[in-house]
């Protein structure tokens, strides 16, 4: 293939200054493969490290953030035998140094040695350079084959899939039957509706506030919605619930009042996973943690290779992501695009940039 010598790619300059510029095309080192970026989506994440960075991120005037993408390998290195040329991939943001204890137990998400590239370690749009730009260079272990039927758009929302499936992992996943409350509408709440139908769940509650995104809810398998603005949670949850309460309760919202709130709607030996990004302390009643029997789990992110298991049930068309899909922009307009998702411009949920 022939691979130009230099890129476009958005790279932050200063704090809050994302500019796109020329770069030179990176090349694959041992274990690497160089992607050609088809997709990247913005994460809830980019808007705060475009604003104030990331620990141990790379220099300010050469830092590419971005994280969500697919794309195209183009070149492998030498060493490289699990992947082709041509092949379309999913990129994996997280790659464990893979020599500390976490890592070889396999949570590399929680890397020991987290940020020190000179370990073996990388975050792709965190602290390594990322996918908003033209091309970037993949650990072997961060890439997944994408099969035809899967965009690249709804591609790239595989990482927030595979977030989502480790949540569920973590907390023991959902029984048959169970009642699961779902609280905020976004990308990993609206997901996390459709994958606990998949799961098997009796009854879906989603909670939220915006009716545009509590309607797609409903269209992606919540079989409840409640706005919060209009209804009590805690009594319409115990009303649905027996009086007894939520088998289990995903917080993703990343507010303090829902995250302590699902304490009031979770039953007795009821489980609660918190999957928001949470900028404040919050407060929480741990007495009832114990006194109830409580499990509680958060993931950081798309741990133990739960990206690659949500790539069949997007393949087969259970797991649905174009209705989260709401605006595409170039990689040109990339501010354009960030103040579309911050400002929900439009009723932005999911919003892609093409390179
Ligand atoms: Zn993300
Ligand atoms: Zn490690």
Redesign the pocket.
Known sequence: MDIPTTMKAAVLFNYGDLRVTHKPVPAPSVGEALVKVDSIAI????PAIVAKGWQNHPPLGEFIPG??FTGTVVAIAADVTELNVGDRVAVE?HKGCGRCVNCLRGLYTTCLNYGKPEKGHRHYGFCSNGGYAEYTVCHVNTLHKLPDNISFEEGALL??AG?VLYGYERIGGVRPGETVVVTGPGAIGLISAQVAKILGAGRVILTGTREDRLAVGRQLGADVTLNINEVNVREEVMKLADGIGADLVVECTGQPGPAAEALEIVRKNGRICYNGIYHEPVTLQLNKIVQWNLLIAGPKAEGMWNLERAIPLMADGRLKMKPLITHTFCLDDINEAFDTFTGRVGGAIKVIVKP
């Not at 994460?43 to 980019?46: A, H, I, N, P, R």
């Open positions: 994460c809830g994440s980019d994280h969500e943001p990482t927030t977030t």
